[in-house]
């Protein structure tokens, strides 16, 4: 069955009134979380999780999908609104979003299929590949990007050895014997850790009226933004599928070109259309490319595809080249609810931007008190012991203190949920091979460890050609 088809097939189960409702409950959650300062689409699937235990898998990840491009969305709408018109950006991810989905049909299949063929090393290899890239893009410094990794992979450890039935980190209680469930560190992490920053941090400012730009694009708006809208695509997508820590870097590489190619140079920094239209297609370009990367090989790239691949774990699914074939309905179905969800999203941006900037006027700690009582509901939801609420306020705590010292949390939330896979196969590929270190060198292990080596160093061989050319200049003088 080709992917059309199965693209067809996914519209069936999109476009029922069940999945249409969970498509629009998505978008307007996460369309009015995204304008709300503080909370991302990460934080909201979190809060999430526990609450959609009950519903069926499909209607679940379509509301997660719709929460994710809707934060994205929205996310825009506070940033752009101010003397510039907020449509373009819309628009623009609208275009983005399309073009990115598209190339996530046409891709994700093949890439499922070579996928098949990867063994244990080779798997060992890619999440090795994952756990250098994130730390090493993320953050200010690679040792805080490093720490948080290490303090992720060690709550991963926690609960019995999968091949021994050791228990590791316990501490003699045997409710952490199953290992704390992902959804409770998840939500400690973006939720509470969240919270508590926020509210250490908080200042009382008094709501102010926000000047809305034209509801409507003009004809020259759109001669000089269509083409932005195509290059967004091709700068995103590539990046969203690879482990470089969501779209901060393909937008920037989209601002930088948009400003290169501009014939309007004299506008940028006040308002300049194309620097809105093309980063923002390139950001919803790469959420498409994430959820490859996510479903295909079960590598989460951002935060989001993180909190969205332990929601996959909580349903007893696992991503990777044979979720097309085992959960065929599911996967398509998901899929072209994001063409559903992105024609609500444009329907319902285009009129309601004025809106979604009242929304600014909510009070941070009416905001933040909600947050709180909801992620502990949650916990409390995921086990129904009260040990899960303890262990949820000092993984907020944790979350808190990696605010407050510099540590990303993505590289914390990759080591949770791919530490565990990630010692499987590699104890796995060891068995194999009988304990010979050589059998975790395959030549696409050693192809993707090359990466490894070029990502380490790269910032070591860029320092060196600038000092290079400083003792240039320096002897030249």
Do not use: C
């Not at 499909?58 to 709408?77: E, H, K, L, R």
């Not at 449509?87 to 996530?104: K, P, R, V, Y």
């Amino acid at each position: 069955m080709d992917a059309f088809t199965s693209l067809m097939d996914g519209f069936g189960t999109a476009l029922t009134p069940v999945n249409l409702l969970w498509a629009a409950v998505g978008v307007l959650l996460g369309t009015a979380i995204g304008v709300l300062p503080g909370i991302g689409p990460a934080m909201a699937v979190a809060l999430l999780l526990p609450v959609t235990y009950g519903l069926e898998p499909t209607g679940a990840f379509i509301m997660f999908a719709g929460i994710y491009y809707g934060a994205m969305f929205g996310g825009s709408t506070t940033s752009i609104l101010l003397n510039t018109p907020g449509e373009s950006a819309a628009i623009g991810h609208f275009a983005g979003g399309m073009i990115g989905t598209l190339l996530l049909v046409a891709l994700a299949p093949t890439v499922a299929d070579l996928a098949v063929d990867i063994g244990a090393p080779d798997y060992f290899a890619i999440m090795v590949l994952a756990f250098i890239a994130v730390t090493s893009v993320l953050g200010s410094s690679r040792i805080r990007g490093l720490a948080s990794l290490l303090i992720g992979l060690t709550i991963g450890l926690v609960g019995l050895d999968q091949m021994t039935g050791q228990q590791r980190l316990t501490f003699g209680s045997l409710q952490l014997a199953d290992g704390i469930d992902v959804v409770i560190v998840a939500v400690g992490l973006f939720a509470i850790g969240e919270a508590l920053w926020v509210a250490a941090h908080l200042r009382r400012t008094s709501g102010q009226a926000i000047p809305v730009g034209r509801p409507w694009l003009g004809g020259d708006d759109v001669r000089r933004t269509w083409k932005s809208w195509l290059r967004g695509p091709l700068i995103g997508f590539p990046f969203g599928a690879i482990p470089a820590g969501g779209a901060e870097i393909p937008t920037f590489l989209s601002y930088v070109t948009e400003k290169r190619l501009s014939k309007h140079k004299d506008e940028w920094g006040k308002g300049a259309i194309e620097g809105v239209a093309g980063p923002e297609s390139a950001a919803s370009a790469s959420a498409a490319g994430t959820l490859v990367s996510m479903l295909t090989l079960g590598l989460p790239t951002t935060a989001v595809a993180a909190v969205m691949l332990a929601a996959f774990q909580q349903y007893g699914i696992q991503p990777g080249p044979l979720l097309f074939e085992r959960e065929a309905d599911l996967v398509w179905g998901l899929i072209a609810s994001l063409f559903v969800g992105m024609v609500l999203l444009l329907a319902l941006n285009l009129p309601l931007a004025p809106v979604w900037a009242k929304l600014l006027r909510i009070p941070r700690p009416y905001l933040y008190a909600g947050i709180l009582f909801f992620a502990a509901v949650g916990a409390y939801a995921v086990g129904g012991e009260a040990l899960d609420l303890v262990v949820l306020l000092v993984i907020g705590l944790i979350g808190f203190g990696m605010r407050r010292y510099g540590l990303p949390v993505l590289p914390a939330v990759i080591g949770v949920i791919l530490g565990p896979n990630a010692e499987q196969q590699l104890r796995r590929a060891l068995q194999i091979s009988d304990g010979d270190a050589g059998g975790l060198l395959t030549p696409f292990s050693v192809t993707v460890y090359g990466l490894v080596v070029l990502i380490v160093a790269w910032p070591l061989l860029k320092k060196a050609v600038v000092r290079a050319r400083r003792r240039d200049v320096d002897v030249e003088a």
